[in-house]
C-alpha cells in the first residue's frame, strides 16, 4: 500500500515537473515591454530609481501567491534588451509563498572612477487557476551605484564638521 502510494506521489511529481513548470518559465531575453497586467505584483524596494554605495541590493516586494519573480539586467541599452540576472550561474528568481511576500538579494556592478547606472527589470508570472490565462507583468528600475571616492569625502566632511562644531562649544 505504501509503495502504491509514493509510486502514485512520484508520478505526479515528474507529470507536474514536465508538463506544468515549462508554463511558467520566464523568456530568456525581455524587451521593455509591461505585461498584460499591472495588478500581479508590487515593488516595495526599490519603489523608484535610487542611488546606493553598495554592491549588493534586496529586491523586495509583494505579490500573487504562486507568482514567479525573475530578475532581469540590461544587457542591450540600444536596443532595450534584458537577460536573467545571473548569481553563481543560476537565475536570481524564486516563487512567492503563501505569505504574498518576495525578497531576493542582487549583485550590482561598480565602475572603477565614476557612478555606474544599472538597469533592472522585474519579471513576475502567474498562471490563472480558473482560466489557464498567463499573467505576467514587468517593472524597470535604475539602481546607481555611487562611487566609493565621494562617499569618502562625505564622510570626512562629516568628520570634520564634527570637530568643528565639538571645538566651538569647549
Given at each position: 500500500?505504501i509503495?502504491?502510494?509514493?509510486?502514485?506521489?512520484v508520478?505526479?511529481t515528474?507529470?507536474?515537473?514536465l508538463?506544468?513548470?515549462?508554463?511558467?518559465?520566464?523568456?530568456n531575453?525581455?524587451?521593455?515591454?509591461k505585461?498584460?497586467?499591472?495588478?500581479?505584483?508590487?515593488?516595495?524596494?526599490?519603489e523608484?530609481?535610487?542611488?546606493?554605495?553598495?554592491d549588493t541590493?534586496?529586491?523586495?516586494?509583494k505579490a500573487?501567491?504562486?507568482?514567479v519573480?525573475?530578475?532581469y539586467?540590461?544587457?542591450?541599452?540600444?536596443k532595450?534588451e534584458?537577460?536573467p540576472?545571473?548569481?553563481?550561474?543560476?537565475e536570481?528568481?524564486?516563487e512567492?509563498?503563501?505569505?504574498?511576500?518576495f525578497?531576493?538579494e542582487?549583485?550590482?556592478?561598480r565602475?572603477?572612477?565614476?557612478?555606474?547606472?544599472?538597469?533592472?527589470?522585474?519579471?513576475?508570472?502567474?498562471?490563472?487557476?480558473?482560466?489557464?490565462?498567463?499573467?505576467y507583468?514587468v517593472?524597470?528600475r535604475?539602481?546607481?551605484?555611487?562611487?566609493?571616492?565621494?562617499?569618502?569625502?562625505?564622510?570626512n566632511?562629516?568628520?570634520k564638521?564634527?570637530d568643528f562644531?565639538?571645538?566651538?562649544?569647549?
Amino acid at each position: 500500500m505504501i509503495k502504491r502510494v509514493l509510486f502514485i506521489i512520484v508520478c505526479v511529481t515528474a507529470f507536474w515537473c514536465l508538463f506544468c513548470m515549462p508554463g511558467l518559465a520566464a523568456p530568456n531575453v525581455l524587451t521593455e515591454e509591461k505585461g498584460n497586467t499591472n495588478s500581479l505584483f508590487e515593488l516595495k524596494k526599490p519603489e523608484e530609481d535610487i542611488s546606493t554605495f553598495n554592491d549588493t541590493y534586496i529586491i523586495m516586494g509583494k505579490a500573487l501567491e504562486g507568482t514567479v519573480i525573475t530578475v532581469y539586467e540590461e544587457t542591450d541599452a540600444d536596443k532595450g534588451e534584458y537577460e536573467p540576472m545571473l548569481i553563481d550561474d543560476e537565475e536570481v528568481s524564486c516563487e512567492v509563498g503563501c505569505s504574498g511576500y518576495f525578497a531576493r538579494e542582487i549583485t550590482l556592478k561598480r565602475a572603477e572612477n565614476e557612478d555606474m547606472i544599472n538597469r533592472i527589470a522585474v519579471y513576475g508570472e502567474h498562471e490563472d487557476k480558473e482560466t489557464g490565462e498567463k499573467l505576467y507583468q514587468v517593472l524597470q528600475r535604475e539602481i546607481t551605484v555611487k562611487n566609493a571616492s565621494l562617499k569618502d569625502v562625505l564622510i570626512n566632511s562629516v568628520v570634520k564638521i564634527e570637530d568643528f562644531i565639538s571645538k566651538l562649544f569647549k
